[in-house]
């Protein structure tokens, strides 16, 4: 064995010299795409949304009493306990108020970690998205990978919204287990208009996209130690300034220059390798 070692070194040295032993970004994330299986282990979110990794992932049943999983093959519908628990008992919440069926979009992978296409958050079971359409029935097997979600902005304006939507959100952020909920900065004026006094608008924050699903994000969960929180949010509803840049030249700018960027792989925490490697 030493012999060996001994014969391959200088050639081992070689590539890692030249880096050609690290995989590539798209190698990386294709690794992660492989996993299948959650990890054994309790759950335990590891890292941030945006760099890191579930342990101990349950999935979410493709359908239940009030709410159907959308796109099953993409085979996003796992997390951590707390967001199925969350996600079934606003399905609940939304039958109760007889506002339809919940159609539940990505949630995170097995094992959590980077998604080769899509999000950039999602990593460590606590993200999901959720249309804004409530049909009153749920729609079939058949459809359920065919159909997408229809979009509520067209032309810069809101369009197709109606009072049963502020109400999904307003139901979806009473949880106090959610961190923020994402939606397209047009649908977050409205709310600023129509809402003024809501205490709720605080939790609603902009972001690019989201004019056909709302980002519901939940904080880490109590105990979970290796689990980094978000930035926390400016006081206040987040009407102002905060909200008037996502209608700027600048942000326009931005999001051009976001499409131009290639997606990086994150630097995951060590404890994700030793996750992915099990
Ligand atoms: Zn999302």
């Not at 996600?87 to 998604?115: E, F, Q, Y």
């Not at 899509?118 to 409530?134: E, N, T």
């Not at 649908?187 to 996209?209: V, Y």
Request: glycine share 8%; with cysteine.
């Amino acid at each position: 064995m030493r012999i060996l070692i001994i014969i391959l070194f200088p050639f081992l040295s070689t590539l890692i010299a030249h880096g050609e032993t690290k995989p590539s970004d798209q190698e990386q994330f294709a690794l992660w795409e492989k996993l299948v299986q959650p990890s054994k282990g309790e759950a335990m979110p590891i890292g941030n949304y945006s760099a890191g990794c579930l342990q101990g992932a349950e999935s979410l049943p493709l359908s239940g009493p009030a709410f159907v999983v959308m796109h099953p093959e993409r085979k996003r519908y796992f997390g951590h306990p707390e967001l199925l628990s969350y996600i079934k008992s606003l399905a609940s919440t939304v039958r109760d108020n007889h506002l339809g069926i919940l159609l539940v979009g990505d949630m995170g992978r097995p094992r959590g970690g980077p998604m080769i296409s899509g999000h950039a958050s999602h990593q460590i079971g606590l993200d999901v998205d959720l249309w804004y359409s409530l049909p009153k029935k749920a729609p079939r097997k058949a459809e359920r990978s065919r159909l997408s979600a229809g979009h509520f902005t067209a032309n810069g304006k809101l369009a197709h919204w109606n009072k049963k939507l502020t109400k999904l959100l307003e139901l979806a952020i009473q949880n106090p287990s959610v961190d923020r909920i994402f939606v397209n900065p047009i649908i977050k004026q409205s709310l600023c208009r129509s809402e003024k006094e809501a205490a709720w608008l605080h939790k609603i924050r902009p972001w690019w996209g989201h004019d056909d699903h709302f980002h519901v994000r939940l904080n880490c969960p109590a105990g979970s130690n290796q689990c980094q929180p978000g930035t926390p949010i400016p006081d206040g509803p987040g009407c102002d300034s905060d909200l008037a840049w996502w209608f700027s030249e600048d942000a326009k700018k931005t999001l051009i220059d976001r499409g131009k960027k290639e997606r990086v792989f994150p630097v995951l925490p060590a404890a994700c390798a030793a996750l992915s490697a099990q």
